[in-house]
């Protein structure tokens, strides 16, 4: 399957077909996680869950950085 590269505002993107994203499982506003290896561009959908785990980690170690820092001395 062929797509083009078309401008989107100030960037550029591709437009991926009803079909590929029916197969991913995926829909608008969903996240994909974006690979580059040997010239190649890999889209694969990313874990939700585990995407709002790590989220919900940082804030937690951003709101207790002081009382972590001593913990770990």
């Given at each position: 399957?062929?797509?083009?590269?078309?401008?989107?505002?100030?960037?550029?993107?591709?437009?991926?077909?009803?079909?590929?994203?029916?197969?991913?499982?995926?829909?608008?506003?969903?996240?994909?996680?974006?690979?580059?290896?040997?010239?190649s561009i890999t889209l694969k959908?990313?874990?939700?869950?585990?995407?709002?785990?790590?989220?919900?980690?940082?804030?937690?170690?951003?709101?207790?950085?002081?009382?972590?820092?001593?913990?770990?001395?």
């Amino acid at each position: 399957m062929n797509v083009t590269i078309r401008k989107i505002g100030n960037s550029e993107g591709i437009i991926i077909p009803k079909e590929v994203l029916d197969r991913l499982g995926s829909k608008t506003g969903d996240t994909l996680e974006l690979q580059v290896e040997n010239g190649s561009i890999t889209l694969k959908p990313t874990d939700e869950d585990l995407s709002r785990q790590f989220e919900a980690a940082r804030h937690f170690m951003d709101k207790y950085k002081v009382a972590l820092k001593k913990l770990a001395e």
